[in-house]
C-alpha cells in the first residue's frame, strides 16, 4: 500500500489547484496593494501547502486540509446560503475522504512498512 489511496490524491489534486488558481486569480490584487490580498494568498498558500503534504503522507496535511474547508465555511456564513451549502457539503466529503479507516492507516504506516 505504498501509493496513496485514490481519495488522498483526488484531495490533494483538488487542494493543489484551488490554492495555485486562486493565488493567480488574486495575485494582481496583491499587486495593486489591496488590503486584503496577503490573507487571500496566504490562504491560497495553505491549500497548496495542504495538497502537497498529503501527497508527501504528512498527517499533518490531513489537518491543514480540514482546518482550511471549516475555515471557508465559516467565512460562508456571511455571504448567500447557497455557498455555505456548497462549503458545508465540501467539508463533510473531504472530512470523509481523509479520515476513513483506510485512509488513515495509509497516514500512520511508515514508508518501510509500505
Known amino acids: 500500500m505504498s501509493k496513496p489511496p485514490i481519495a488522498v490524491l483526488i ?13 493567480a486569480y488574486h495575485f494582481p490584487e496583491l499587486a495593486a496593494g489591496h488590503r486584503d490580498a496577503i490573507a487571500i494568498e496566504l490562504t491560497e498558500f495553505c491549500a497548496v501547502v495542504a495538497g502537497a503534504g498529503l501527497l508527501l503522507r504528512q498527517n499533518w496535511a490531513r489537518w491543514l486540509a480540514l482546518a482550511w474547508v471549516v475555515f ?10 447557497r455557498e455555505l451549502l456548497i462549503h458545508a457539503a465540501l467539508c463533510l466529503l473531504i ?13 500512520k504506516m511508515t514508508r518501510a512498512e509500505s
Open 95 to 107: 472530512s470523509w475522504l481523509l479520515f476513513r479507516p483506510v485512509t488513515a492507516h495509509w497516514f
Open 11 to 23: 484531495v490533494a489534486a483538488l487542494y493543489l489547484l484551488v490554492g495555485i488558481a486562486g493565488f
Open 72 to 81: 471557508h465555511v465559516g467565512i460562508s456564513l456571511f455571504h448567500p446560503l
